[in-house]
């Protein structure tokens, strides 16, 4: 290992058998210190790993031993010695260094430490508000540490992927233009021009579409993002994304750019991702997994029953099969069914998260019966025919959704995952695919109006404007969201690269002429002046990285996060600001 410290010679992940006679020169945190009455052994620890040293009395005239005594827990201390084998039967194979030991013939205390709130373990029992609020402490667990040394060379491989292939690094502003893309914009008032705010950026999404109107070609930047929105265990108000954008090129040259540069930079990481990726249509996967990020690692997929109810009695999945856009669906959950009836019953409460009304379920007992309070409804043949559309066995549950498509595509996508997790169904390895040509827009019920699926700058699917404004929910896009274990990973699309057609989809957003010129005028000017076909894609590094960790949570693989509602516990940010610094900023609290 290259020598990076004149305070040490090695680490403490580096000793071995063969460096049995050598004198070293460690430094590190007291780990574990275990007094034997007349030896002293400590676990020295640093961000590579873990060393045993030793403190024997008669060595070098005790001096060493009897500071040794003194030290405890996080103190950090520097240490020379022999490097010697650890004797027989008291190696420890869990440790890289476990074979050896040094024997100290000199310790310096660096400094003392008060007893942390918290013991510096993988395992242990503090909440999370503690450990944020020592989020330096935390970070120096072995698994936090890990997580962070994760991130760093998954980052890095990420960047070499891309340079190979003649991507170049540009950074974009962080004061830029407020330009809504979806979520709220996080504003700074501006001193020098009173009134006048800049936004921290949610994407560079647009600098980025700039930068191919440059001349750039092949750009990345591992960008820090900023959204003001409701936050939950894969979200955070500041979050990293690289960000990828290349110019005359087709949607296929996208992908199969971003296939190579993902393939690579897992690899290095000890994850095969096997190209080319599954493409799995917006369509098909709602229609089969009830989501667009689907999990593929287990089945439990969606059947559309629709068909075997059209003249039952049941008067819910009658009356859907006879009404135009509503559908009956079902799931199969292998082995809930000889759940208990009040576990059962409860799942109702979990469909009604994903928008259901109610919960129809049968459940198929071990014993061969069949319980259920809607099977009295059904006939014999109706049975017969949801028997063998779900291959329903003694032991399943079978789950209903009633709603429109997408509807009852979501609330059975949401009880899909959910009883995955109660059933703890295997999940092995790592799942990547694609899911391609995502709506163009969807109908927002609170603006009344069309939102993009994606974002504004979408290139529809076909280049009929009268024809996507006579269906806008009809009208694709040539979109892609890279999908990796259930979650959306990353996302990406071909770019509207004419002005005129900029200006129509804004239109169709809501926008006015006067209103999209305010917003993203430079935008449709530099798009008047040869604008290359574009496209991109933006990573989730986090979200990727805590998948890459195991972890359940990016705040695991974030130095310094915030909590669910925002805060920095460690440093009580937001906090209040003087009087003066609003008034020099031109703002009064009311």
């Keep these: 290992m290259t020598q990076l410290h004149s305070m040490h010679t090695h680490t403490c992940n580096e000793l071995r058998l063969e460096h049995i006679g050598q004198e070293v020169t460690l430094t590190g945190w007291v780990w574990r210190r275990r007094d034997h009455g007349g030896l002293i052994f400590v676990d020295l620890r640093d961000r590579e790993g873990v060393t045993q040293i030793s403190f024997d009395p008669e060595h070098s005239g005790g001096t060493a031993f009897h ?58 029992e503090a909440g999370e508000d503690i450990r944020l609020r020592y989020r330096y402490l935390d970070i120096r667990r072995p698994k936090m540490m890990a997580n962070l040394q994760m991130r760093s060379d998954f980052t890095f491989a990420i960047r070499q992927a891309l340079h190979d292939r003649l991507f170049m690094e540009v950074e974009t502003p962080a004061l830029f233009k407020s330009t809504p893309e979806g979520a709220r914009d996080f504003l700074v008032p501006s001193r020098i021009q009173p009134g006048h705010f800049y936004a921290l950026p949610q994407s560079p999404q647009l600098l980025k579409q700039l930068l191919m109107v440059g001349g750039v070609e092949r750009y990345y930047q591992v960008a820090k993002c900023f959204r003001d929105e409701d936050l939950r265990a894969d979200r955070q108000p500041e979050f990293t994304q690289v960000d990828i954008e290349m110019s005359f090129v087709d949607q296929d040259d996208v ?86 009836r009040a576990q059962i019953d409860k799942l109702a409460g979990v469909a009604a998260e994903f928008g259901a009304k109610g ?29 063998a559309e779900m291959d329903a066995q003694p032991g399943d549950l079978v789950m209903f959704a009633v709603a429109d498509r997408k509807g009852a595509d979501e609330i059975l996508g949401g009880m899909r995952n959910h009883m995955a997790d109660a059933l703890e169904l295997p999940r092995e390895g ?93 935008l449709m000017d530099a798009l008047e002046f040869g604008a290359p076909p574009m496209g991109g894609f933006a990573l989730g590094l986090d979200r990727v990285c805590m998948l890459l960790a195991g972890a359940d949570s990016i705040r695991e693989v974030m130095a310094f996060p915030k909590t669910s509602s925002g805060s920095d516990l460690m440093s009580d940010a937001p906090s209040a600001v003087s009087a003066r610094q609003l008034k020099e900023v031109g703002l009064r609290m009311e």
């Design 67 to 124: 500071t040794a005594e003194t030290i405890r827990s996080e103190w950090p201390i520097k240490v020379t010695g022999v490097v010697r084998e650890r004797p027989e039967g008291q190696s420890n194979a869990k440790l890289a260094t476990g074979e050896i030991e040094v024997l100290v013939s000199h310790i310096e205390v660096l400094n003392t430490s008060k007893t942390p709130p918290f013991q510096i373990e993988d395992h242990i």
């Design 359 to 387: 919960l129809a379920w049968i459940a198929f007992r071990e014993d061969g019966s069949v319980n259920s309070p809607i099977v009295k409804f059904f006939t014999d043949e109706e049975m017969a025919a949801l028997r």
């Design 255 to 340: 992908m199969s750019t971003l296939e190579d540069v993902l393939s690579d930079a897992f690899a290095k990481m000890g994850v095969d991702m096997p190209t080319p990726l599954r493409r799995i249509d917006y369509w098909d996967a709602m229609d089969t997994y009830g989501s667009d990020k689907p999990d593929t690692r287990f089945g439990m997929e969606l059947h559309d029953v629709t068909g075997i109810f059209t003249e039952s009695k049941f008067k819910l999945f009658a009356s859907a099969a006879a009404t135009e856009g509503q559908y009956v669906k079902a799931i199969n959950a292998r082995g809930a069914g000889a759940w208990p």
């Design 430 to 522: 790592h799942d990547f695919l694609w899911v391609v040509n995502f709506p163009l827009f969807h109908w927002d019920e609170e603006r009344g109006a069309y939102e993009a699926e994606h974002q504004p700058f979408t290139l529809p699917s076909t280049d009929d404007l009268e024809a996507i404004k006579a269906d806008p929910l009809a009208a694709g896009s040539c979109t892609y969201d890279f999908v990796m274990d259930g979650y959306e990973a990353g996302g990406g699309g071909m770019r509207i690269h004419n002005s005129e057609m900029q200006l129509a989809m804004l239109e169709m957003l809501g926008f006015t002429i006067e209103g999209a010129r305010e917003q993203f005028g430079f």
